[in-house]
């Protein structure tokens, strides 16, 4: 084989490298697509799933304010309720409560976070975060932490009285 023969076989070889490339890259872009389309399905679900809990919240406790979460922390809602404590020696104290769920944005690991932070009575109660990959999302877990998680609030909201 002459130096003409092997120098166009390694062109052939450089041109079918060079495609699969281009096919790897376009597989792995459709993918990312994919990935990000999975995740704002299961975002719309879960943060309509906190509105409705949360929303709930607000209507056994007269005096929360109800306010939708849209922004670089992610999508959800949250409650809140500023109380004016007046004790008999005339001392008056504030007292904070909020409850915020959100899911969290899209992240280059593709992972699906639903995070909530609780505050009763001027004291951090809980900051937690539960996620599973987008592609292993198991949508039932989310719902029953977003359950607990409003009802653990509730429970400890209403026995601080």
């Not at 504030?94 to 639903?114: A, W």
Request: aromatic share 10%; proline share 3%.
């Amino acid at each position: 084989m002459d130096f003409q023969q092997r120098l166009e076989r390694a062109i052939e070889r450089g041109q079918r490298l060079g495609d699969a490339r281009a096919r790897a890259e376009a597989e792995k872009a459709v993918s990312e697509k994919e990935l990000q389309r999975l995740h704002s399905q299961y975002r719309l679900e879960l943060s309509e799933r906190i509105e409705r809990c949360l929303r709930q919240v607000v209507d056994h406790f007269p005096g929360f304010r109800f306010e939708t979460v849209v922004d670089g922390r992610g999508w959800g809602a949250a409650v809140s309720r500023d109380n004016l404590q007046v004790k008999p020696n005339r001392n008056s104290t504030n007292c904070y409560s909020r409850l915020e769920m959100v899911i969290r944005p899209v992240s280059p690991y593709f992972v699906l976070e639903l995070g909530a932070k609780a505050t009763v009575c001027n004291k951090e109660t809980f900051n937690r975060s539960h996620y599973q990959r987008v592609t292993e999302v198991d949508p039932t877990s989310f719902i029953e932490r977003i359950d607990n998680w409003a009802l653990e609030f509730a429970e400890l909201y209403a026995a601080q009285g």
